[in-house]
């Protein structure tokens, strides 16, 4: 008797050539829309995560942050692990203006001039602001900060409690930020992040001084 190799023999064909490969099964009927769902459904929740926890896109309303940031402008922002310091700017919680009348439509964008435990002068007849009784060198204002006329804008001491930071916006002479009295220093739970990389318009892309 003839011995095998345990395998099956494979049926010759009568035309003398080799016999053809068994064609793959068929996939089962929505595994690839069902394989899609789930590669799309991982990538919103990746979305999610990252701009839950990383990162956001914020757009800028107002004119406060001229000419450093413009009104409409799109800007990338960093969360993750972000400890404030002076001259960053910062994102915060449109709720951070805890009054009807200041509130925003919008995240408002800020730079952060002082921190816990910091005090805070401004000297409208220089135009000067002082962090613990240090002159600030601010290349980055718009123009020359003049006393503001309304009555809530009057103060020129502040003591920054710990865990606040103290905000102005770069265009001074437009900007409702910590020098007025229902604002003051503001709690960092506020901060949304830092601002890192302004994205649009292309002709200002690029890291944020």
Known sequence: ???????????????????????????????????????????????????????????????????????????????????????????????????????????????VVAVGGQSVDIDYASGTVYVDGAPLDEPYILETMYRPSGPYMQQTHWDVPEDSIFVLGDNRNASTDSRHDLVGPIHQD?????????LWPMDRFGPIP
């Open 1 to 111: 008797m003839e011995e095998t190799d345990g395998q099956l023999p494979m049926e010759e064909r009568t035309d003398g050539q080799p016999p053809e490969p068994e064609e793959d099964a068929p996939s089962l009927p929505g595994k690839e829309l069902y394989e899609w769902l789930q590669l799309m459904l991982g990538c919103v929740l990746a979305a999610v995560i990252l701009f839950s926890l990383l990162a956001r896109i914020i757009v800028v309303d107002g004119s406060s942050m001229d000419n450093t940031l413009q009104h409409g402008e799109l800007m990338l922002t960093w969360s993750l692990g972000y400890r404030p310091s002076r001259g960053d700017i910062v994102v915060l919680n449109k709720t951070a203006a805890l009054t009807d009348s200041l509130l925003h439509s919008q995240a408002i964008v800020k730079r």
């Open 190 to 198: 506020y901060i949304l992040g830092k601002v890192v990389l302004a």
